[in-house]
């Protein structure tokens, strides 16, 4: 069983929270008043980024949801969902996001009174689950609701994990022995603790997971002391978490390796420095604010002579991602940050010169030698080329 | 050269139909039956419309058994019209000469113009079953009717009356076609027999149409005008709208004139002002005095050019006809019942040099046989010169100018270039005395980007007002909603409450009232909207009832007065759909 309390230090008691909304609910009610919850609004409007945090947190705005013939649906199914939550904080039992959608059908099934309150799909349930967590201000894996296990496959000689069960025991993971295969961290790195074999030099997340593995395969590992993690896209919490333990537990740089263009820079890169606007309350512990962007960067493609594809405002797709960079620019408190004027740089660049150049782009530059990727990644960390 | 040793043989244009019927709609035997019952109709109405007499057709397709060709039936076809009849000496030349017509080339909006279609018609009666057509006939200047036998003599390109007697009829004036010919008899579906009478019925209001089919009980469908359509005069041809050798043609027809008299008396908008601008782009001024009977072929390239050098009015509008907004309204209620319609019919625009009017028609039906269901695409009636054109659908203007507007922002589902979805019956008529088809068979309107621009503005004015009409029925079923909301969700949410917080029975029931105290202040707000908004729609109705005199739904006839005012609004409209179609597409972009 998961104990919540491992995921961060946090004084908040969850059930007696829920128990005091709910109360104060049904009192407005008894009174013939409406009752009014009211949720951080997590958005980036309501996002504030400052430097010396390292992560976006909420501002001031609420959503405030006052009970009328729109709203009643909504609050039906959130007091439904919680009750739901609450009892599985009791148990201890945890749940996938999918899992619970199914676990409210399956109530909805057993008793024709919750019939109304049925799910249609999944993104119903979810959107409630996360206007709860919202509303009491916890982590969602707080309320023992757990995302799937995506990307942060790692891959080291030196590290060791230790996870610790619930039953009070411990196990031991030894990446070292796993020769090419990757240890998957699971969607509560909290749990773990880390240590190493030795000193490790640095950690470098790849947006690619099939790029980290080909590094590994080729050898990268063996002759570096490192972590080398895959991002697989956009990171998931998981991994913003896993990368987040790396950084803060075992102090080493951590470089982000991934493709030049503006997807890349906000969506991905930015979700792991600085976590997500959709997330604003867990980005303390789901980002990993020291990570640096080692590439691919404008000057690599001038050195490297990188082939790049051109971003065309004709292609739909193409105008979307320029206008989408556009008002990144003008809107987003992380590129908005002096600190992160370099970073904004390489946007302007990326608008000015309407192109995009892939990560795997290095593997081009001399396609007889299978380490030259390897090579031109330790020579830009040693040269400190990198924001 | 070599020389050839084959002979070079000249041939009728009666062989060259008799040979290629299939390019004047006989390529199947379906649309055999079809074309030949469109034919006698076409010819039918057109008649009563040049004799202003108010068209009563009785129309009868049975089965006569099977036909002489592999997998065909023989098929008995009758059209009898109270039309002013026709001499018994012109029957050959109706039924059984090619290019022998009274309206070919004459710039009007008639629905047949070249004189090929009943003469084919016939010549797939001879083909098929060895005897043309049965016509009997009968004028208001004759005593007793003509009956007879009209075949085609191939050869000579002529028709030939066979078995011509004398017979009593019980009606002044009229005629009755029977054809037996090979086919297939297709009742539904996009070229199905009945759609074509009920498209035939909806652009002519003025129509009384009584017909069996096969073993179906027979329909008759009432006219609801006794106004017959004024046939506008025709015009004369705009220069612009002539090719070098139909330009050539056109002088020789009028024999020894000057060019000045024959450029002033055969075209339309030559003014003085047009024939200095004529000179101003190089014509000779001595050529004004000489004979165009004289001309060589390098001085009506002379004049032609010049000619076409010269900005020209637009041709005149005058020589279209319409439908009008208000028959179509009464009309499109003769094909089922409607719970809404909206009908738009633009003022005539010129488009290719060529005056042009658009009208449409959008309706949905309740209970209607054969309409399509809510994720199927819309029924498209498509007319030209108010012939349903049912083949052959995807290269037609009509059908390019649909799928190009953007149906989404009116309420309707569509995917992408493609018809809209629902239960909807959208019906698209041009009118035009020069409308350009793509085959001899008409079935297809040439797509050009003037003529798809002016349907698709159409279409436009009939979807704001159709997307009127869905964003009120919405809003009435979100209130209703809404208030069973209040009925559902408020026992649960109190529940649930007292369930967390372990609230005793009594707490709860004053939650409850508490509750019931709150919604009910919603839902009787709800109910006076809810109330606000049909008696709203009641009102349109009984505004429209009153102003069509028919029993239909909700119709949003409104006589578009100025396509300019209009084209605007429409212009604002798309700039604002493309805009929000924009936002709602707008997603990150999906990697690795």
Redesign the interface.
């Known amino acids: 069983m998961a104990n919540p309390e491992t995921l961060r230090k946090s004084d908040k008691d969850i059930p007696k929270m829920?128990?005091k909304i709910?109360?104060e609910?049904?009192k407005?009610?008894?009174?013939?008043?409406?009752p009014i919850l009211e949720a951080v609004k997590c958005s980036l409007d309501n996002s504030i980024y400052d430097h010396k945090v390292g992560y976006l947190t909420p501002g001031k705005k609420m959503v405030a949801t006052e009970?009328?013939?729109?709203s009643?649906?909504k609050?039906?199914r959130t007091?439904?969902f919680?009750?739901i939550l609450?009892n599985n904080i009791k148990t201890g039992a945890v749940n996938t996001k999918r899992e619970l959608y199914y676990i409210a059908k399956g109530f909805v099934k057993s008793d024709p009174?919750?019939r109304?309150?049925d799910f249609d799909d999944q993104d119903e349930s979810d959107s409630i689950i996360q206007f709860i967590c919202d509303m009491l201000t916890v982590y969602r894996e707080e309320m023992n609701c757990f995302a799937n296990d995506r990307g942060g496959q790692t891959y080291s000689k030196q590290l060791i994990v230790t996870e610790h069960l619930t039953d009070g025991t411990k196990a031991e993971v030894d990446l070292g022995s796993l020769g090419t295969t990757p240890f998957q961290p699971k969607n509560k790195p909290q749990n773990f603790k880390l240590k190493t074999r030795g000193k490790v030099d640095f950690c470098l997340v790849i947006?690619?997971?099939?790029t980290a593995n080909t590094l590994v395969s080729n050898g990268f590992t063996k002759r570096h002391k490192c972590i080398m993690v895959g991002a697989?896209?956009?990171p998931s919490n998981g991994v913003r978490g896993w990368v987040n333990m790396i950084q803060n537990q075992l102090k080493v740089p951590v470089y982000f390796y991934g493709d030049l263009d503006a997807?890349?820079l906000q969506?991905?890169y930015r979700t792991l420095k600085a976590g997500s606007a959709a997330s604003l309350i867990r980005n303390q512990d789901f980002s990993a604010p020291h990570v640096h962007f080692l590439g691919v960067l404008p000057e690599d493609v001038k050195k490297y002579d990188l082939h790049c594809y051109p971003v065309n405002e004709k292609n739909i797709?193409d105008a979307?991602?320029l206008?989408?960079a556009r008002d990144t620019l003008q809107n987003d408190p992380f590129f908005q940050d002096k600190k992160n004027r370099k970073l904004s740089d390489i946007l302007h660049w990326l608008l000015k010169n309407k192109v995009r150049c892939e990560q795997q782009s290095i593997f081009s530059v001399d396609p007889k030698d299978p380490t030259t990727p390897e090579r031109i990644i330790i020579e830009k960390i040693k040269n400190g080329s990198y924001v | 050269m070599a020389k050839s040793t084959q002979k070079i043989t000249q041939h009728s244009t009666a062989e060259y139909f008799a040979k290629n019927l299939q390019q004047v709609g006989f390529s199947s035997p379906v649309k055999a039956v079809l074309t030949t019952l469109k034919e006698a109709v076409d010819n039918s109405l057109d008649a009563c419309e040049e004799a202003e007499i108010l068209p009563e057709l009785e129309i009868i397709v049975k089965r006569a058994g099977n036909g002489a060709s592999k997998n065909s039936e023989l098929v008995e076809i009758i059209v009898d019209d109270n039309g002013p009849g026709i001499e018994g000496d012109d029957l050959p030349k109706v039924f059984g000469e090619y290019l022998s017509s009274s309206k070919f080339g004459r710039g009007r909006c008639s629905r047949g113009q070249q004189g090929i279609g009943i003469s084919a018609a016939t010549t797939w009666a001879q083909l098929t079953n060895a005897a043309g057509v049965k016509v009997t006939s009968k004028t208001s200047g004759m005593r007793k009717a003509v009956r007879c036998q009209i075949d085609v003599d191939i050869k000579a390109n002529k028709g030939l009356a066979k078995s011509k007697e004398t017979i009593e009829w019980d009606r002044p004036h009229g005629t009755r076609v029977e054809f037996k010919i090979d086919g297939r008899v297709q009742l539904n579906g996009d070229g199905g027999i009945i759609t074509y009478l009920e498209g035939t019925t909806l652009v002519n209001p003025h129509l009384t149409l009584r017909y069996k089919l096969l073993d179906q009980p027979e329909v008759e469908v009432k006219r609801v005008t006794d106004t017959v359509p004024e046939i506008p005069p025709p015009t004369l041809p705009h220069p612009h709208t002539l090719k070098l050798g139909e330009f050539m043609t056109h002088a020789h027809l009028y024999g020894k004139v000057s060019l000045d008299n024959f450029l002033r008396k055969g075209f339309s908008r030559v003014s003085d002002e047009a024939i200095k601008g004529f000179i101003g782009q190089k014509m000779p001024k001595a050529f004004l005095k000489e004979s165009i009977n004289s001309f060589s072929e390098e001085q009506f390239k002379t004049v032609f050019q010049a000619i076409q050098g010269t900005e020209l009015v637009n041709p005149s509008t005058r020589s279209v006809m319409t439908i009008g907004e208000e028959s179509l309204s009464k009309s499109i209620q003769r094909l089922g019942q409607i719970d809404f319609f909206s009908v738009v019919a633009r003022k005539p625009r010129i488009c290719d040099y060529k005056p042009v009017a658009v009208e449409v028609a959008i309706a949905r039906f309740v209970n209607k046989v054969n309409l399509s269901e809510e994720n199927e695409p819309v029924q498209l009636l498509r007319f030209a010169n108010r012939v349903p054109l049912q083949f052959d659908k995807a290269a037609c203007a009509i059908t390019n100018a649909v799928e190009s507007v953007n149906w989404r922002s009116y309420g309707l589902a569509q995917s992408k270039d493609s018809l809209p979805m629902g239960p909807y019956v959208f019906a698209v008529s041009v009118v035009s005395p020069f409308i350009k088809f793509k085959n001899a068979s008409k079935e297809t309107i040439d797509a050009s980007e003037d003529l798809v621009e002016e349907i698709r503005r159409a279409l436009m004015q009939a979807g704001q007002k159709l997307s009127r009409h869905i964003k009120r029925e919405f809003r009435a079923a979100d209130l209703e909603r809404?208030?069973q909301?209040?009925e559902?969700?408020?026992?649960?949410?109190?529940?649930?409450?007292?369930?967390?917080?372990s609230?005793p029975p009594a707490?709860l029931k004053?939650?409850?009232?508490?509750?019931a105290?709150?919604?009910g202040r919603?839902?009787r707000d709800?109910e006076k909207e809810l109330a606000e908004a049909e008696t709203q729609l009641k009102k349109v109705k009984e505004r429209q009832k009153g102003g069509n005199s028919g029993d239909g739904g909700e119709s949003a006839a409104e006589v578009s007065d100025d396509n300019v005012e209009a084209d605007e609004q429409l212009e604002m409209a798309e700039l604002r759909a493309s805009a929000s179609d924009e936002d709602s597409s707008?997603g990150?972009?999906?990697?690795?």
């Not at chain 1, 947006?207 to 099939?210: A, V």
């Not at chain 2, 004053?510 to 509750?515: D, P, S, T, V």
């Open positions: 829920a128990e709910c109360n609910m049904l407005d009610l008894e009174h013939a008043k409406r009970l009328n013939v729109s009643v649906q609050m039906a007091v439904f919680l009750e609450l009174h919750y109304p309150l947006e690619s997971e099939g697989q896209g956009v997807y890349t969506n991905i797709a979307r991602s206008k989408k | 809404k208030l909301h209040i559902k969700f408020g026992p649960i949410l109190v529940q649930c409450l007292g369930k967390i917080v609230a707490r004053r939650a409850e009232e508490g509750l105290k709150l919604l919603d839902g709800a707008s990150a972009r999906k990697k690795k």
